[in-house]
Nanobody, 111 residues
Framework: QVQLVESGGGLVQPGGSLRLSCAVSGSIFSINAMGWYRQAPGKQRELVASISTAITHSVKGRFTISRDNAKNTVHLQMNSLKPEDTAVYYC?????????WGQGTQVTVSS
């Protein structure tokens, strides 16, 4: 059974940093691109960063996505956070599979 569990969110001041983690169980990790998505209040869920199976980390502006193939985990390092980054963050495959959505982790950027 596939399960994705996000963690690492919290309240941070503007300009701060957070590192999110996603533990992936099941057989999907080694054969799928993975991504971090977010959904802000009143907005559609959007893809923030993605990473293929061929690489271990990728920089997307202020965010760096990485994957640990030995531990079946995906991380999102977020720097220079802004209030508009406030959202619930989720991990999933890319493209996503609806059945894999987890609970997400809340990130709030506020002073």
């Amino acid at each position: 059974q596939v399960q994705l569990v996000e963690s690492g969110g919290g309240l941070v001041q503007p300009g701060g940093s957070l590192r999110l983690s996603c533990a992936v169980s099941g057989s999907i990790f080694s054969i799928n691109a993975m991504g971090w998505y977010r959904q802000a209040p009143g907005k559609q869920r959007e893809l923030v960063a993605s990473i293929s199976t061929a690489i271990t980390h990728s920089v997307k502006g202020r965010f760096t996505i990485s994957r640990d193939n030995a531990k079946n985990t995906v991380h999102l390092q977020m720097n220079s956070l802004k209030p508009e980054d406030t959202a619930v963050y989720y991990c999933n495959t890319v493209p996503y599979i609806s059945a894999y959505w987890g609970q997400g982790t809340q990130v709030t950027v506020s002073s």
